[in-house]
């Protein structure tokens, strides 16, 4: 039996528009909406739930002086989710975990930087799981990542076009509105002290159609997260850098002390030549040179770079 050429062409374009047809169909129905056209989702990790489960607190300890060595070893993590998020896999873990180590790197008084796996830490672990983590890892301070994001995804006006299948293809029924808050925390182990903190957060709104729509705003939902990484980043070096003044100007917030060979244990040379400290100064500093580190202390002395 022979097929003319235009009932072939009708089959092809019937079959073309079937195929379209099922693709709109799987691709609109990947997020349920309530009877207000409406869909909320959020991910989130608690730092104060993971350091003080059940709002437990160790007794002390937090007021304990830090005794930092420079340059420190520092561990980078983020802390667990109470339960498994899509958006924010492994994967997109370990690339803002990247950033916030590309942001430390350029920092003298950070020696060494490890990432820790996010399978080290446990929910609610605690200061005590903290501990073990940074003995295995053999680090200091460790930096504890944790977020919140909440993504709003509601129909607009135009979705009334979804009735047809061009109308859900092309039209954009609906918007997307994602606030995303990023913090980073660092903290001197031993002590359970918070030495210094920073935040970043970022705001979408955006508008598509139900095509993919569950992939757009998972696209949506990262592209937030990086941004307020972004911004997290920025503003932890401006906290580093406040934290190193406080300390070069006497604050008790940690007592240092600087591993030979540490190129920030330096002093500034006067023009007279005496180098603007005392005798009795200049005789500790050089007994220090014949030990492992130099002692510095928070109140650190005039002139001395940390």
């Not at 350091?51 to 937090?62: D, F, K, T, V």
């Not at 796996?117 to 609610?124: A, C, G, R, V, W």
Request: with cysteine.
């Amino acid at each position: 039996m022979s097929i003319n050429k235009n009932t072939l062409h009708r089959l092809i374009k019937i079959s073309i528009f079937s195929t379209i047809i099922t693709i709109a169909l799987i691709g609109c129905s990947t997020i349920p909406m309530d009877n207000a056209g409406k869909h909320k989702s959020s991910s989130s990790s608690s730092l104060v739930s993971y350091l003080y489960p059940n709002g437990e607190r160790p007794p002390g300890l937090a007021l304990d002086i830090p005794q930092l060595t420079v340059p420190v070893r520092l561990g980078i993590a983020f802390v667990p989710n109470a339960r498994d998020s899509s958006v924010l896999s492994h994967a997109v873990k370990n690339r803002l975990l990247r950033k916030v180590k590309r942001a430390f790197k350029h920092h003298t008084v950070v020696r060494e930087i490890r990432l820790i796996p996010t399978s080290s830490l446990t929910h609610q672990g605690g200061f005590s799981e903290l501990r073990r983590v940074a003995i295995r890892y053999n680090v200091d301070l460790v930096a504890l990542v944790s977020h919140n994001q909440v993504r709003n995804i509601s129909n607009n006006a135009l979705s009334i076009s979804y009735l047809t299948i061009v109308g859900a293809l092309i039209l954009p029924g609906n918007n997307h509105r994602i606030s995303t808050f990023v913090d980073t925390a660092v903290f001197d182990v031993d002590s359970a002290k918070l030495l210094f903190r920073a935040a970043g957060k970022d705001r979408i709104r955006r508008q598509s159609s139900a095509f993919a729509l569950a992939e757009k705003n998972q696209y949506l939902s990262q592209n937030s997260m990086n941004k307020a990484t972004v911004a997290m980043i920025s503003s932890l070096n401006t906290e580093l850098n406040k934290f190193r003044s406080r300390i070069r100007r006497g604050s008790n917030e940690a007592d240092v002390r600087y591993r030979r060979g540490y190129k920030g244990n330096r002093y500034r040379e006067s023009r007279s030549g005496g180098g603007g400290r005392s005798e009795r100064e200049n005789s500790r500093y050089k007994e220090s040179r014949n030990d492992s580190y130099t002692e510095g202390a928070g109140r650190s002395r005039e002139g001395q770079e940390y």
